[in-house]
């Protein structure tokens, strides 16, 4: 078994831009994010980083048997 930890691929710069009002930004939201900070604000560079944390991770286990 092994875990990841997502908020060390958080996406800070998404969360800044949502932070500052995303409706009053929002063609700069819509390059960055799509959602609310409880579902990673729908960043795809949080997602892409978080999917190779765990292809990693992954990598690991299977190393280990």
Not at 16 to 44: I, M, T
């Amino acid at each position: 078994v092994s875990a990841v930890e997502s908020y060390k691929v958080y996406d800070l710069s998404a969360y800044a831009v949502y932070e500052k009002g995303w409706q009053n930004h929002f063609a700069q939201w819509c390059a960055v994010g799509s959602d609310r900070p409880y579902h990673y604000l729908g960043s795809g560079k949080f997602f892409v980083r978080f999917g190779d944390a765990l292809a990693n991770s992954m990598a690991g286990l299977i190393e280990q048997q």
